[in-house]
């Protein structure tokens, strides 16, 4: 597909609104079609729909914010009527719904309601995925990206432009301070356990990583995850857990000079795609094939055990049949360290012969 230029080819819409408040992963996959389109259209106004603390993830592109959390009432259905007021005298003239739940749904039908705002929603290839359940990956194709169908709502406004590319890495400021020798980031947490590296195990992947890197950096939430990684810090001088320690646009900075991230099907696997930063990433009950791994990354950091029973689940809620997660079991700590180094060399040798 060519590329549009917007001085060639005047848009008919001049505001579009994209919509988009979770998960978190999901919205920072939103920022590589935001680029691309501006790119392309680089006239159009565009302002995003989300969370305000998600506001980071949009850093050096050209857009506006609507915060969902700036608009109060008693109730949902109140909220989302004066939330359609908001976006009508902003001067929006379309929307993407890139999220394509009952609530994007219902504000866009009552922001046609209120100002005959069009707008056109995310096909999520339920079908597809359905029927990617449990097939091997030489017999199945590989789907459309979840990135890519971002890209396909706001096409179907007329919008002409091409995927996006990888990201590039970005000059941001180091929250850690000066680095010395080689920086690793670990981030084995998940919402569910079907996407989260077992207990025993990450221990086990700590000691090795201590035992490897200069700096090693644990990526959690708070409660048992933060629990970990202050457990982790106190037994090896040169871990380091982030939890409340960096705010989350910092998180982000910090992994744009960390040399490889270690992570599961999750929100960090997301920044290190938008900051080019390489990624091991551990597959479980999910699959890479779904259409939500990093975008633009390297596929050989994707680490999985193709079995006849996975995946079991799209998004990693459904509990294991067997009840003992065996597909993350196989993908084993010295498994992981021999992928961080393949992938550290050979990132090595390339920037030793760009040189």
């Not at 995003?48 to 959390?69: M, Q, S």
């Not at 791994?293 to 055990?305: A, F, K, V, W």
């Not at 689940?313 to 992981?336: H, L, M, N, Q, W």
């Amino acid at each position: 597909m060519a590329t549009s230029n917007s001085d060639n080819n005047q848009p008919k819409y001049k505001h579009l609104l994209i919509i988009r408040t979770s998960a978190l992963g999901d919205v920072a996959m939103l920022p590589h079609t935001v680029r691309a389109f501006k790119e392309a259209y680089p006239k159009v106004k565009v302002s995003i729909l989300t969370k305000k603390f998600l506001r980071p993830l949009f850093d050096g592109l050209d857009v506006n914010f609507i915060f969902l959390d700036d608009v109060e009432a008693k109730s949902e259905a109140g909220r989302l009527w004066r939330l359609a007021g908001t976006i009508k005298r902003a001067g929006v003239d379309a929307i993407a719904d890139v999220h394509g739940v009952h609530r994007s749904m219902f504000l866009s039908l009552l922001c046609w309601l209120r100002g005959f705002i069009p707008s056109h929603m995310i096909y999520k290839g339920r079908v597809e995925k359905w029927f990617r359940m449990g097939y091997s990956r030489d017999t199945a194709i590989p789907l459309k990206h979840s990135v890519v169908r971002y890209c396909d709502v706001i096409r179907q406004f007329g919008f002409v432009f091409d995927d996006p590319k990888p990201a590039t890495k970005p000059v941001l400021e180091n929250p850690m301070g000066e680095k010395n020798g080689r920086w690793i980031g670990f981030a084995p947490f998940s919402a569910h356990e079907g996407k989260t590296y077992p207990a025993g195990m990450r221990e086990e992947l700590v000691a090795l990583l201590a035992e490897r890197y200069d700096e090693v950096f644990i990526h959690s939430g708070g409660g048992e995850e933060a629990a970990f990684a202050e457990a982790m810090e106190k037994r090896y001088p040169n871990v380091r857990g982030l939890w409340r320690r960096l705010p989350f646009a910092e998180e982000r900075d910090l992994i744009s000079h960390l040399d490889c991230v270690i992570t599961m099907d999750s929100l960090v696997m997301h920044l290190a795609a938008l900051v080019a930063t390489p990624t091991v990433s551990v597959w479980g009950a999910t699959h890479p094939e779904l259409g939500f791994s990093g975008y633009g990354t390297d596929g050989r950091g994707i680490l999985q055990e193709e079995m006849p029973c996975r995946p079991c689940s799209v998004y990693g809620k459904k509990p294991c049949k067997s009840g003992d997660y065996k597909c993350i079991k196989a993908i084993t700590p010295e498994r992981i360290i021999e992928r961080v180094e393949e992938i550290l060399a050979s990132n090595e040798a390339t920037a030793q012969t760009a040189e």
